[in-house]
């Protein structure tokens, strides 16, 4: 089969195109699948693993965590998946991915693909939209009428996260840079309000709109961005408020302890029931996953680099076939 496959760590240089052979020479284990990879999206882990060999990574790995495709075979015990089911999902870090034509997975993490979109779409959702569900709606358990802010609104995860905000029923405060203020400001579900966090101090915006509403303060932070934004926050929450943060925070945490409000770290946690739900918010319209482009399988090279460089809208999917 054909993948895009590590010579290396390094540089997007160390990633080419090879023939090899199909993962488990086609084999599948008990609760197994063989699946024909159609797209495969690109996300920031997958640069940092080809950079710094995370997860023992080097010379013939492949990358790739977002996925989807065409159920090829399945393994004993696997009962909710035959041969042709389109379905999409996330492998875990340290097996390999999708940059190729074929990939062995767990049955237990993977879902049907949802109808109303196409493979490019699908795959462009399961590592943004996971860790989105799991900070805004396991951890950050939002309630209809709760204020919300999060952080580095234009990014995968915290496009979704804007989406699932609204769609749980609050209201939603976002933040981004200048060269991203009108497409966060433009996304088809778009934030209540946001804030430019290079031209204006967005805390301040933040506590005076919620004075002037009377909120008593946000009850849900959604940190994509790190730096200062969680100890920013913290003076801004309602008493039991909770603060969820993907990156590391800097900053004095210690009012957070006088205020009863909670913060959770949170790392990607792969499950078929939170696909199972994102797909439930993605056919009812309250959830559509921008793609800033699609390129072929021999550009993941160039797809990283550019990725890696910012400024991207939306998620780059790779069409593998």
């Known amino acids: 089969m054909r993948a895009m496959v590590m010579t290396g760590v390094g540089g997007a240089e ?118 989105a569900w799991d900070g805004v709606m396991t951890r950050g358990a939002v309630k209809l ?62 506590g005076r709109d919620v004075g002037e509403r009377r909120l008593g303060g946000l009850d849900m932070v959604f940190d994509c961005a790190g730096g200062d934004v969680v100890s920013r926050s913290i003076g801004l929450m309602r008493p039991l408020g909770r603060i969820v943060t993907i990156v590391n925070p800097s900053g004095k945490l210690d009012e957070a302890y006088r205020k009863n409000v909670a913060i959770h770290y949170e790392f990607l946690q792969r499950k078929r029931e939170t696909l199972e739900r994102l797909t439930t918010v993605i056919e009812r319209g309250q959830l559509k996953v921008p793609i800033d482009s699609v390129m072929g399988l021999e550009e993941a090279g160039a797809a990283q680099r550019k990725l890696e460089a910012g400024g991207v809208r939306g998620k780059i999917v790779l069409e593998v076939g």
């Open 14 to 131: 160390v990633l080419v195109m090879r023939e090899i052979a199909l993962p488990k020479g086609g084999e599948v284990g008990a609760n197994e699948m063989l699946v024909r990879v159609k797209a495969a999206g690109v996300n920031p882990i997958d640069y940092k693993i080809r950079k710094n060999g995370l997860f023992k990574a080097g010379a013939g790995t492949v990358l790739g965590f977002d996925i989807a495709g065409v159920v090829e075979k399945v393994g004993a015990g696997v009962r909710d998946f035959v041969a042709g089911d389109a379905v999409y999902y996330s492998p875990e870090f340290s097996t390999s991915g999708g940059y190729a034509e074929f990939q062995v997975v767990d049955a237990g993490i993977v879902a049907h693909k949802p109808a109303s979109l196409s493979f490019v779409e699908a795959a462009a959702v399961p590592v943004a939209g996971m860790t």
């Open 145 to 206: 009428g709760e204020t919300v802010l999060v952080s580095a609104a234009n990014g995968g995860v915290g496009s979704i996260a804007v989406q699932l905000a609204k769609a749980a029923g609050a209201w939603v405060f976002a933040t981004c840079s200048t060269r991203s203020m009108d497409f966060v400001k433009g996304a088809p579900i778009a934030p209540h309000r946001v804030l430019n966090y290079q031209t204006e101090d967005w805390a301040e915006a933040v």
